[in-house]
């Protein structure tokens, strides 16, 4: 079945530090990669839609300069979080999507920023 | 834009209650609309999809119906148990012109009483 594995599920970093975090896509290849942000009050915030050999689509209020994002292969995504601070907070999730269309999500990584 | 509404923001049943979670959506041509489900802790677990109108999606007890008239696809479940306590999420994809983004309604938490 496809499976993917987002790591580390959770972390805290030091305010202005940076953090980064892994997404691996098992079983399937993940034509696409995107990456959201969950707030406390559970609704989704798409941060980027990441397409390999395309270039990484930032939706409005986030920026490749805050939140980069590699994307070497169909298997593999990985996105930083640059100088986090208190409004950095939450649950990031990378959802991967397949070649037949579904949208896969890992467990996410839960940041807390001190 | 696109968007997607969940009428209820919470529901509460006892075991065994018939379920409906209302979905609306707004998207030009016939996005792709999908459920998920939300346990804590966790990231959001695929349930189904539909691409067609009158196409119907089902997984574990669950199911919806793609209405391209009414523009729904409401969740329903016959006799739901306290197991399925969690929060559900309809979301609408539209991949046109190599634009795929993935929409999401800011969820229904759904508590079971035993």
């Known amino acids: 079945g496809a499976l993917v594995y987002q790591y580390p599920r959770r972390t805290i970093c030091k305010s202005g530090t940076s953090m980064r975090m892994e997404c691996q896509a098992v079983?399937?290849?993940?034509?696409?990669v995107a990456w959201y942000r969950q707030s406390p009050q559970k609704t989704f915030e798409l941060i980027a839609l990441?397409?390999?050999?395309?270039?990484?689509?930032?939706e409005q209020n986030f920026t490749q300069e805050k939140f980069p994002i590699s994307h070497p292969n169909l298997s593999f995504s990985s996105m930083t979080v640059l100088n986090a601070y208190l409004e950095d907070r939450g649950l990031y999730l990378c959802?991967?999507?397949?070649?037949?269309?579904?949208?896969?999500f890992g467990h996410g990584t839960k940041l807390s920023v001190l | 834009g696109d968007s997607v509404t969940q009428t209820e923001g919470q529901v509460a049943l006892s075991e065994e209650d018939f379920l409906t979670i209302h979905c609306n959506y707004s998207?030009?041509?016939?996005?792709?609309l999908f459920w998920y489900v939300q346990y804590p802790g966790e990231g959001p677990q695929f349930l189904f999809r539909?691409?067609?109108?009158?196409e119907k999606g089902s997984s574990r007890g669950f199911e919806a119906t793609y209405d391209k008239g009414t523009t729904s696809f409401h969740l329903r479940k016959a006799s739901v148990q306290e197991s399925d306590s969690a929060v559900y999420y309809c979301?609408?994809?539209?991949?046109?012109?190599?634009?795929?983004?993935?929409?999401f309604g800011k969820g229904t938490s759904l508590v079971v009483h035993p």
């Open positions: 959802g991967a999507r397949t070649v037949n269309e579904r949208l896969f």
């Open positions: 079983g399937f290849q993940a034509t696409s």
């Open positions: 990441s397409t390999v050999n395309s270039a990484i689509k930032y």
């Open positions: 998207a030009s041509g016939y996005p792709a």
């Open positions: 539909a691409s067609r109108d009158k």
């Open positions: 979301a609408l994809v539209r991949s046109s012109g190599g634009n795929y983004k993935p929409t």
